[in-house]
């Protein structure tokens, strides 16, 4: 694990966040007026970083804390930083956590809740499948493989 911080902001060129270089690792968005964070990880975090960007400038984030705080204050206080490279996808979501508690960025930023109560799920899945899973309407992906892991107990053990 590297852990170094990256500094880019509403003024970084977009082909640079939207790279091709897979870089997996830890990133912060901070209003650095408010000093306010979200944390996130990315197998692709460039690419990821891009995501954010675009929504944010969109006015259709999926986080509504930070979709406001990008509404009210300048997008020129937003900076994009990656805080560590991770190497080892197995302990990405480990060091997510590990971020999240040490920025603080629930009690004071933008991520809503802990990842450390999040049971994500490295399964490759096709598109087909996750279309599948998803009409079973039974709510999200996680909640659906936990709740298909259960029945699969259930009739594995009689």
């Known amino acids: 694990m590297n852990q170094f911080i990256i500094l880019l902001n509403f003024t970084t060129p977009f082909a640079l966040m ?3 270089l897979d870089i997996a690792g830890i990133y ?3 209003n650095i ?3 306010e964070s979200y944390i996130g990880s990315s197998k692709h975090v460039f690419r990821r970083l891009h995501d954010h960007l675009v929504q944010l400038t969109a006015d ?3 986080n509504k ?5 990008w509404n009210t204050h300048s997008p020129s206080v937003i900076t994009f ?6 190497d080892d996808m197995s302990v990405l979501f480990q060091r997510e956590i590990y971020w999240i508690k040490k920025k603080l960025a629930i009690e004071n930023g933008f991520n809503t809740r802990s990842d450390q109560f999040k049971n994500r799920t490295l399964i490759p899945l096709s598109m087909e499948r996750k279309i599948e899973l998803e009409n079973l309407q039974m709510g999200s992906m996680n909640e659906t493989l936990q709740q298909l892991i259960k029945m699969y107990g259930k009739f594995n053990s009689k």
């Open 18 to 20: 939207n790279s091709s």
């Open 65 to 69: 804390l930070l979709q406001h705080s």
């Open 60 to 62: 259709n984030h999926i």
């Open 81 to 86: 930083r990656i805080l560590e490279l991770v």
């Open 28 to 30: 912060e968005i901070q």
């Open 33 to 35: 007026s408010t000093q």
